[in-house]
């Protein structure tokens, strides 16, 4: 039977990664679609990532008439474990265009996962829980031999005017048995132009793991929760040179939560590439407890990891104890040095807002980015995602917003220590003091070495002379919106 796999996210209904212009394929939705069409069945793809309007199915629709509609959302991605609400309603409008056209219609993706009953009421017949792939091959085989789906782990369902919910279902262990994905079904070359047109190379994504076995208190893990598997390194390697030869990527996104954790893998990953004299540039996120342990950072280095993502939140021990982070500051300190001295890019995650922090806090990771100086920060505020402990302390807090319109929104939904606006203008002051300090940074090397500096380097020391007012700007509205606090405006 014809199945066509589509997924929900949108990017330009996302406005902030947008403007980034760094796209990468549904890898977990292509990945689905390469387990059913090895099952046995005609599948097909609607890949929505690029696209302008999620009404753009109904001709594709009319054309390929197929019997199922999946909506899979890719799970290797973080957006779409964000559940964004203008992605929620894309996949509403995929949904009932499908019904109307004939299509049974099933979801697999984070946000329905937590919210099964608000799909039913938008045209979805099933709703797969958890990892998808071995579910959805039951229900379809099911669907199409008229069997009872009662049985079938991992679905939810309206059954006679209720809602049924079938036993969760265990994760796949043996990651090397799935195919690779079904890579001939996305356009690529529509992919690899907007990366070259906007950074002179391109990049594609590979998931060596699925999930983590850590417990961060605000980290929803509605797919493979707190179990980790993963794949070896050599599938990961054939996986590579697969993509090497047929697509020509500059560049690789390991999309792993945690990538290398398995003793001696990322060991093996770079004796492997060497035996083959294979030589990548990828990125990855990891923990800096991890890059700490025995040779990691020297393999990854040697295997040609470029950027390391660090989840370091905070600069404050409080508040990593408070999220049950399980990591240090030292080690953040220490891990970031190391990064450096070996070459490779340092990144961090941060998150404000945290409940119980303290303007002392606040500072003491103003202070932690001002001192170690990463190439790259992503800074958010915290966010309540359904089947966390963060979540169940601030539930009651939670009103008619409960999920971020768009990565953007950065939008404070429950009572911290400052109102919703503090925050807002925290995100701009501390993107501010850290372009100006990269443009000091700039400024300094050029004077070192006036003859060996690049354009963009001398833009950033440039741009130092805008951001010393905008930060000065910047602080000024942050005491002033701090003297409002705590009249939170939710």
Not at 132 to 146: D, F, P, S, W, Y
Not at 198 to 207: R, T
Not at 439 to 458: D, Q, V
């Amino acid at each position: 039977m014809n199945v066509l796999f589509t997924h929900s996210y949108f990017y330009k209904f996302d406005p902030k990664q947008w403007r980034f212009k760094q796209p990468y394929p549904p890898l977990g939705t292509i990945l689905a679609a390469a387990v059913i069409r090895e099952a046995g069945y005609t599948v097909s793809l609607f890949d929505t990532n690029l696209r302008d309007d999620p009404s753009e199915i109904i001709p594709v629709l009319q054309e390929r008439k197929p019997k199922y509609l999946v909506i899979y959302d890719d799970g290797f991605n973080y957006l779409s474990k964000m559940c964004l609400t203008n992605m929620r309603d894309a996949a509403f409008t995929m949904a009932e265009e499908s019904k109307r056209s004939g299509c049974t219609v099933i979801v697999s993706s984070s946000d329905a996962a937590d919210h099964y009953a608000k799909y039913f009421e938008h045209s979805v017949d099933y709703v797969v829980r958890g990892e998808g792939e071995e579910t959805l091959k039951e229900l379809l085989l099911a669907l199409e031999n008229r069997q009872d789906v009662t049985q079938i782990s991992g679905l939810s369902f309206m059954n006679e005017g209720h809602i049924t919910v079938t036993a969760s279902r265990p994760v796949i262990r043996d990651l090397d048995a799935l195919p690779l994905p079904a890579w001939d079904l996305v356009d690529i070359d529509s992919y690899r132009r907007i990366w070259l047109e906007h950074h002179n190379y391109f990049s594609l994504n590979i998931a060596t793991t699925r999930g983590c076995p850590f417990k961060c208190n605000w980290c929803a893990k509605p797919i493979y929760g707190n179990r980790y598997s993963s794949r070896s390194p050599g599938h990961v390697v054939r996986e590579i040179e697969f993509l090497i030869k047929n697509y020509s990527p500059d560049y690789f996104w390991m999309c792993d939560d945690i990538f290398g954790l398995k003793p001696g893998w990322v060991q093996e990953f770079r004796t492997l590439l060497f035996e083959k004299e294979m030589k990548i540039r990828y990125k990855i996120q990891s923990r800096v407890d991890l890059l700490l342990q025995e040779d990691t950072l020297d393999a990854l280095a040697q295997s040609g990891a470029d950027t390391i993502w660090v989840g370091a939140e905070s600069g404050s021990q409080k508040i990593l104890d408070a999220m049950d982070k399980g990591t240090k500051v030292e080690e953040i300190y220490a891990a970031t040095r190391l990064m450096k001295q070996r070459g490779i890019r340092v990144a961090f995650f941060l998150q404000f807002g945290y409940l119980g922090e303290t303007e002392d806090d606040i500072d003491a990771t103003i202070e932690m980015v001002r001192a170690l100086m990463p190439d790259e920060v992503g800074i958010s505020v915290s966010y309540p995602l359904p089947g966390t402990k963060f979540y169940d302390k601030v539930k009651d807090q939670l009103r008619e917003k409960q999920n971020w319109t768009d990565s953007d929104d950065l939008m404070m939904m429950f009572e911290s220590t400052f109102n919703k606006a503090y925050y807002k203008e925290l995100h701009r002051y501390v993107h501010a003091i850290y372009r100006k300090e990269k443009g000091f940074l700039s400024l300094k090397k050029l004077l070192r070495n006036p003859f060996h500096f690049s354009y963009k380097e001398l833009r950033t020391g440039l741009a130092t002379f805008y951001y010393i007012p905008t930060t000065f700007t910047h602080g000024l509205k942050l005491k002033k919106l701090k003297s409002e606090s705590p009249a939170v405006n939710l």
